[in-house]
């Protein structure tokens, strides 16, 4: 079956980086599209980046210019390469898999196109 390993997460000053690791398992990796999302306590749990089957890449404005999502295709490994950490990006962090494989899982940025998740990771950054 599908499982999504998240790992990572830490506590970090403002300014500082973190990276973050999702191994996947239980399907072909690269036939599917990826994204990291992050909640926080009492909010909806929104997308940060986004990676598609064929290496389109997706950012959310909060994160532009400061969060790079790459994938290793050997490993079966998902990353979120976070720089210039600010207190606002606190939160738990998870990685997804899109429900559908390429193609009909290009582009498509909805909470409810992802249905496969890891148990997740928290950051914590202090100003």
């Known amino acids: 079956q599908v499982q999504l390993v998240e790992s990572g997460g830490g506590s970090v000053q403002a300014g500082g980086s973190l990276r973050l690791s999702c191994e996947a398992s239980g399907y072909t990796f690269d036939a599917y599209c990826m994204a990291w999302f992050r909640q926080i306590p009492g909010k909806e749990r929104e997308g940060v980046a986004y990676?598609?089957?064929?290496?389109?890449?997706y950012y959310a404005d909060s994160v532009k210019g400061r969060f790079i999502i790459s994938t290793d295709n050997y490993e079966n490994t998902l990353y979120l390469q976070m720089n210039s950490l600010k207190a606002e990006d606190t939160a738990m962090y998870y990685c997804a898999r899109s429900q559908r494989p390429a193609v009909a899982c290009y582009r498509r940025r909805a909470r409810s196109d992802y249905g496969y998740w890891g148990q997740g990771t928290q950051v914590t950054v202090s100003s």
């Open positions: 990676f598609d089957a064929d290496d389109t890449t």
